[in-house]
Every structure is written in structure tokens, then in C-alpha cells.
């Protein structure tokens, strides 16, 4: 992330939202080269309640107490911790989220809320880590991190667009990084379109992959998952669909780390073939009956104990914005779509 450093608008865009109005914005953002630095000076009513301040779902790295009764909250972390979303567009990788102060647990909202968001610009050339050959080796600590990313038409690097004629196709990527983990499987579990870059309750949506990992756009349209080149990567030749034409898109996406070995109704990543007419299992046809469920519910039949059952890695993430634009001539019949190759030396 050198060189992306050094190309880096050291942006802090606060929006506050503040439920109450009275609270001044004290605070500075820093964006650091992997890191982002937050200080927030906070009224003495708030002191005895220093645990209660949030960057993400972090607590203070440190908190003092002022000689004017104020107090001082410090939050470091790395830009891949605290749920920081990461967002890559054509030409900039955005981290955003929220400073907060939440005197109540979730789900009841935070009193006060300010949005924080530190801007990179990309540079030139840059591709996602699992885009480099011989990249992978198991090394460092910590949690996972995950990518997603909108690949060029050859699927050799990232995008320099983000329009998209309507038909044409969108190759989305996504990936974990492994770092000192077991091999693991990346699963696209749901993923949505939307108009915004958060998800609300009122927000209008077109649904991508639905029922844990059926891929829904490939019934009604072209789209397809492709080959793995690697079992923490997965490859989705989305074709572009007439929702939001126009309008700026975002792609959502419940990103899942899970056993490679492991294959079940609801760790899967499921495509419809049209010449067959049937769902096929990306990575091995031959239990292509657990995408049975995909035109129904795939939901498993309840069973003692399954609270207790590991559930995988989990990350939310989300792309964009990209835009679709109508462009009759770019309509192709699903007989004539072909599809790329993927290259196992990537």
C-alpha cells in the first residue's frame, strides 16, 4: 500500500448528524498511510462515559481527562479494522464510517453520530493482491480482510470505467485474504443493487444472488459465475440490468469465508445453466443438488445445537458506484453470450 500512499488525497469528510444539535464538532481525522487517527474532544457530561464513544465498533485506543473537565478521546486503528468499509471506485479507494456516541446498545441509535471517511487515490496500475501471481503465502496475524473489486473486460486488471451499456457485462471479483489461515473458500452468500451506498429499510433494491448463493440474475438474465483460479477468490460476470438506468449503482455483498472441503444448502455458490435448464454447484457439478433449494427456500431443517454451529466469516461489502446506461445495440441473445476464460497463473 506504499505506492497507494503516496498517491493519497489525505481526506477527512465529516458529515455530523448529531441528534443533538447543541455538540460542536470537535475532533480532527487523520488519515495515515495504513491507519486512521481520530481525536474527538468530548464535554465533561460525556467523560464518565468515555466507554460508551465509538469509531466503528471500536472503543478509545486512549482517553484523558482535560484540565478543563473535558475530555479527550483517541482512536488509532488500521483502515482494515473497527468495520471501516472499504470502497474502490475507478480511480480512488474510499474507507468511511462513523464516529459515535451511544449511551444505549444496539439496535437503539447513537445520540450523536458524525461520518468520517479518509480518500485514496488509486494508483496507476494498482490490482487487487490475489490479481498478482505467487501472491497467498500464509504470513502475518489479525482477521481476515476481504476485497471486491469491478475487473476489465479481459479480467487482467481493474476497471477504468465504471458505465456500463445496458447488456453489456460487469465482472465483479471478490477475495479473502488468507494471511495465516487455512485454505479457505470465498462465498458470495446474498448480493443486492441499490441506489445508495448503505442499505435502509425503505431502500429500493434489485436482487443479484439471493438464497444463499444462488446466483438469481443468471435465470432471468446471462449472468454467471466463472472458473475459480483460486478457492478465496470467486469471479461473477454480472450483466448489466435496467434498474436505476442512469443512476449511480451499488452492489452490496454478504461476503463468507468457509471450509473449501465443506459444501451445504447454505455454503454454496450456485449458477443456472441455460442449456441445460438446471443450477449447477461452481465448484463441483457433481453436487449440483444442493442448488435444488434455489428455485424454492434454502433453508436447513431445524436441528438441536445449530445455534451453536459455526457460521463462517462474515463481511459486508459494498461497490460502486457504477452506472448503466441504455444502449440497444449491446442487447445480446443468450445463445450468442460467450464467456471469458480464467487463467489459473494469474
Known amino acids: 500500500m506504499s505506492l497507494l500512499w503516496q498517491c493519497a488525497i489525505v481526506l477527512a469528510v465529516v458529515a455530523a448528524s448529531a441528534a443533538n444539535e447543541g455538540t460542536s464538532n470537535n475532533f480532527n481525522v487523520d488519515c495515515e498511510k495504513h491507519s486512521i487517527k481520530v481525536t474527538w474532544k468530548v464535554s465533561p457530561e460525556l467523560v464518565e462515559h468515555a466507554a460508551r464513544l465509538f469509531l466503528g465498533h471500536c472503543v478509545p485506543s486512549t482517553f484523558s481527562v482535560l484540565p478543563t473537565g473535558e475530555g479527550m478521546a483517541t482512536f488509532h486503528y488500521n483502515l482494515n479494522g473497527c468495520a471501516i468499509k472499504k470502497r474502490v471506485t475507478c480511480k480512488k479507494h474510499i474507507y468511511s464510517t462513523s464516529l459515535t456516541y451511544r449511551p444505549n446498545r444496539k439496535p437503539k441509535p447513537a445520540v450523536i453520530s458524525h461520518h468520517i471517511k479518509c480518500v485514496y487515490i488509486r494508483p496507476e496500475g494498482w490490482i487487487p493482491p490475489f490479481l498478482i501471481p505467487a501472491y497467498g503465502s500464509a504470513e502475518g496475524h489479525g482477521?481476515?480482510?476481504?476485497?471486491?473489486?469491478?475487473?476489465?473486460?479481459?479480467?487482467?486488471?481493474?476497471?477504468?470505467?465504471?458505465?456500463?451499456?445496458?447488456?453489456?457485462?460487469?465482472?465483479?471479483?471478490?477475495?479473502?485474504?488468507?494471511?495465516?489461515?487455512?485454505?479457505?473458500?470465498?462465498?458470495?452468500?446474498?448480493?443486492?443493487?441499490?441506489?445508495?451506498?448503505?442499505?435502509?429499510?425503505?431502500?429500493?433494491?434489485?436482487?443479484?444472488?439471493?438464497?444463499?448463493?444462488?446466483?438469481?440474475?443468471?435465470?432471468?438474465?446471462?449472468?454467471?459465475?466463472?472458473?475459480?483460479?483460486?478457492?478465496?477468490?470467486?469471479?461473477?460476470?454480472?450483466?448489466?440490468?435496467?434498474?436505476?438506468?442512469?443512476?449511480?449503482?451499488?452492489?452490496?455483498?454478504?461476503?463468507?469465508?468457509?471450509?473449501?472441503?465443506?459444501?451445504?444448502?447454505?455454503?454454496?455458490?450456485?449458477?443456472?445453466?441455460?442449456?441445460?435448464?438446471?443450477?449447477?454447484?461452481?465448484?463441483?457439478?457433481?453436487?449440483?443438488?444442493?442448488?435444488?433449494?434455489?428455485?424454492?427456500?434454502?433453508?436447513?431443517?431445524?436441528?438441536?445445537?445449530?445455534?451453536?454451529?459455526?457460521?463462517?466469516?462474515?463481511?459486508?461489502?459494498?461497490?460502486?458506484?457504477?452506472?448503466?446506461?441504455?444502449?440497444?445495440e449491446t442487447r445480446i441473445p443468450s445463445e450468442f453470450v460467450k464467456y471469458p476464460t480464467v487463467e489459473q497463473g494469474w
Open 143 to 328: 482477521g481476515l480482510v476481504f476485497h471486491m473489486a469491478l475487473l476489465n473486460e479481459d479480467l487482467t486488471g481493474l476497471a477504468k470505467s465504471s458505465l456500463f451499456p445496458l447488456g453489456s457485462f460487469i465482472p465483479i471479483w471478490a477475495a479473502v485474504d488468507q494471511k495465516d489461515h487455512q485454505p479457505l473458500l470465498l462465498l458470495l452468500e446474498e448480493c443486492v443493487a441499490a441506489t445508495t451506498p448503505e442499505l435502509q429499510s425503505a431502500s429500493l433494491v434489485y436482487p443479484i444472488i439471493t438464497n444463499k448463493g444462488c446466483l438469481a440474475d443468471g435465470k432471468t438474465g446471462n449472468s454467471r459465475f466463472l472458473p475459480r483460479y483460486h478457492s478465496s477468490a470467486i469471479l461473477l460476470y454480472l450483466q448489466s440490468f435496467k434498474f436505476a438506468l442512469g443512476e449511480e449503482v451499488y452492489i452490496h455483498c454478504k461476503l463468507v469465508a468457509w471450509d473449501p472441503e465443506v459444501f451445504d444448502i447454505e455454503k454454496k455458490a450456485c449458477h443456472y445453466i441455460k442449456e441445460t435448464g438446471e443450477w449447477e454447484l461452481l465448484d463441483d457439478p457433481s453436487q449440483s443438488d444442493l442448488c435444488k433449494c434455489c428455485d424454492s427456500s434454502c433453508k436447513p431443517r431445524l436441528k438441536r445445537g445449530v445455534d451453536s454451529e459455526p457460521q463462517g466469516l462474515v463481511q459486508n461489502s459494498v461497490l460502486g458506484p457504477l452506472t448503466i446506461v441504455e444502449n440497444s
